[in-house]
């Protein structure tokens, strides 16, 4: 454990020092995931095992301190390579570069890219380089953050929790040997037909400031949070998971529908217990069916986090046949595993 100094006095956490966390925490998943290939100098972590011939190959990343977004997600079914920038710092172009090599089986690479500045223009920057190897590169561009717009960190929304929706589902289509195009396809469907909304319950402290991204009064919340601290579309009193339950769908349903068939994530935001996050749950399904919606599938627990701040995201996706069955479809990561 070490402190680091902060206006309201020292921050306790567990690391060995703040310019070391990510290496030292890459260090710790190749230690718990043998099945990982994690080259800690590069911050590049890749699938092992056997390669598939002609398999489009699935490439991520963005800042540390969403865990286990997105190395987490490594593995069959979803993503075949992750680039971990540093704590909430985009990864640099020639991170992704060496992932793209290390994943083109001959089929080309998709790029699930969020909506933030610097990853946005790294990942260009990538395919760029890529291109001039004779790489072929896609790419899909997550904004599902319906809570505000040209944000501190991007233009246009945000993408959040449905970047895991968009792993999956495209994860599971390029594993049956679909071409670059139809992974593509699909996997810009997903974001299409996804909408997420978050509630803080307080802020988060990154390694190297010891300072809270924002101030909190103990009986207020923020609505609309980003995953990286950002404050959110307003600020309001403390009140009941049914009535915060609320606030977000109201947001997310303001832009899609909620009725028919919904693939649900209900996400911790890094420090909140599992217990309220069933809470919220509980309430977010009572008030979809009151929408005239049926939770076909879902997630509850962290999946997409901003450290450890306290809180909930609600991410919504309207449900094909074709995308619950690619959903279903056998997926084998840390975070992330069924159907083998």
Known sequence: MLTVPGTFGPVKKLINSAGTVVADALAGMAAAHPGLTVDVEHKVI???????????????????????????????????????????????????????????????????????????????LAAELADDEDIEVASVLVNDDVAVEDSLYTAGRRGVGATVFVEKIAGALAEEGADLAAVAAVGREVNERSRSFGVALSSCVTPASGQPTFELGEEEVELGIGIHGEPGRRRGPMRPARELAEVALDAVGADIRLDGDLLVMVNGMGGTPLLELYVVFNE?????????????????????????????????????????????APVDTPALRWGR
């Open 46 to 124: 890749l699938r092992s095992g056997d390669r598939t011939p002609g398999k489009v190959g699935l490439v991520s990343g963005g800042g540390s301190g969403h865990e286990p977004l997105h190395g987490g997600f490594v593995g069959y079914g979803m993503l075949d390579a992750a680039c971990p920038g540093e704590v909430f710092t985009s990864p640099v172009p020639d991170q992704v570069l060496l992932a793209t090599r290390a994943v083109n089986d001959g089929a080309g690479v998709l790029y699930v890219v969020k909506n933030y500045t610097g990853d946005v223009l790294n990942f260009q």
């Open 284 to 328: 977010v399904a009572a008030a979809i069916a009151a929408r005239g919606g049926r939770i076909a599938r879902n997630l509850v627990g962290n999946y997409i986090t901003s450290l450890e701040m306290r809180g909930f995201s609600v991410t919504v996706c309207g449900l094909s046949g074709e995308l619950a069955r690619l959903w279903d």
